[in-house]
C-alpha cells in the first residue's frame, strides 16, 4: 500500500497472519496500526514516510524471511516487535527522529543491524536473546542512545561490530 493519502488504518486486516511482505509507504494519515499484526512474513517488511502514527507494534510477528526496516516515520516513537525471532535479512532503522525504543527482545537471528541517526533513540534492549549475527552491526550517530548499550552488544559480537561508536558516550545503563 502505497501513496494512499485516504488511509487512516489497516482495519479489516486482522485475519492476515501469513504474507508476502508488507510495504507501506507515504500513506501519509495512517494513524491506527491496530488492526494488523501478522505472525509471519516470507519476505520483506517495510515501513516509510507514513508519518502520523505514534508506534509500530507487531505482537505476533514471529518470523521474517527477509529485512525489516523503519524509515522516516516522522511521529513513531516506538518499535516494537516483542516476539520477533527471526529475521532472514537485515533490521534497518535509519533516521527516525522521534523514535525513543525499540523493543526485539526475542531476536535470536539477524542478518544484520543498522540502527543510524536516531536523535531521541534511548535504548535498544540490548537484543538479549541474539546468538547468531550473519554479516555486520552497525549502531552509530544516535546522540541519545547510551554507548555502554551498544558497547555490551559489541562486546558479544566484536567481529561483527563495524560501526558501533559515535552514540551518547555520558549515557548511563543498568
Known amino acids: 500500500m502505497s501513496s494512499n493519502n485516504a488511509l487512516i ?7 492476515m497472519k501469513e504474507l508476502y511482505s508488507v510495504l507501506l509507504t507515504g500513506n501519509t494519515s495512517l494513524t ?6 501478522p505472525e509471519s512474513v516470507a519476505d520483506n517488511v517495510l515501513f516509510a514516510g507514513n508519518g502520523v502514527f505514534p508506534a509500530l507494534v507487531l505482537p505476533d510477528l514471529h518470523t521474517v524471511g527477509g529485512g525489516f526496516s523503519l524509515t522516516a516515520e516522522a511521529l513513531c516513537t516506538t518499535l516494537e516487535l516483542p516476539v520477533l525471532d527471526y529475521l532472514g535479512g537485515d533490521l534497518l532503522v535509519p533516521g527516525a527522529s522521534e523514535l525513543l525504543t525499540i523493543d526485539a527482545r526475542a531476536l535470536t537471528r539477524v542478518g544484520s543491524v543498522t540502527i543510524t ?12 536473546q541474539l546468538v547468531d549475527v550473519d554479516s555486520t ?9 547510551p554507548q555502554c548499550e551498544v558497547d555490551a552488544l559489541a562486546a558479544r559480537f566484536a567481529e561483527a561490530c563495524t560501526y558501533c561508536t559515535d552514540n551518547n558516550t555520558s549515557g548511563t545503563c543498568n
Not at 9 to 14: I, P, R
Not at 138 to 144: A, G, K, L, V
Open 117 to 128: 541517526n536516531n536523535p531521541k533513540l534511548t535504548t535498544f534492549g540490548g537484543f538479549p
Open 32 to 37: 491506527d496500526l491496530s488492526a494488523f499484526s
Open 9 to 15: 488504518s489497516l482495519d479489516g486486516l486482522q485475519s
Open 137 to 145: 552491526l552497525t549502531i552509530t550517530m544516535n546522540p541519545s542512545l
